[in-house]
């Protein structure tokens, strides 16, 4: 009913910056928090960054003030820009989106992950 596509994951070194994009189409009737995730290996997945339709936000401790996520709500859409990247950065990041469809449920939503690898 509801895909997610991420996209802008990739390999970058220790200070240097990337962004990434998340897009849900589908059956959507209203999206509310959309935000990211990250899962290191041998690791828990973690909350990174997360935005309300209204444009609350609400960041991990560990990045508060290098990531700043976003919305364009007219688009279903999520970015999360990072900035100051460390090695410790390196995982998934999974979209994911608290959805309505239009035939009246609602349920969280997943992207198929995308690699992000801090490294010289």
């Known amino acids: 009913q509801v895909q997610l596509v991420e996209s802008g994951g990739g390999l970058v070194q220790p200070g240097g910056s990337l962004r990434l994009s998340c897009a849900a189409s589908?059956?959507?009737?209203?999206?509310?928090?959309m935000g990211w995730y990250r899962q290191a290996p041998g690791k828990q997945r973690e909350l990174v960054a997360a935005s309300t339709f209204g444009g609350l936000t609400n960041y991990a401790d560990s990045v508060k003030g290098r990531f700043t996520v976003s919305r364009d709500n007219a688009k279903n859409t999520v970015y999360l820009q990072m900035n100051s990247l460390k090695p410790e950065d390196t995982a998934v990041y999974y979209c994911?989106?608290?959805?309505?469809?239009?035939?009246?449920?609602?349920?969280?939503?997943w992207g198929q992950g995308t690699q992000v690898t801090v490294s010289s």
């Open positions: 589908g059956s959507i009737f209203y999206v509310y928090a």
């Open positions: 994911n989106a608290d959805v309505r469809v239009r035939a009246g449920s609602r349920n969280d939503y």
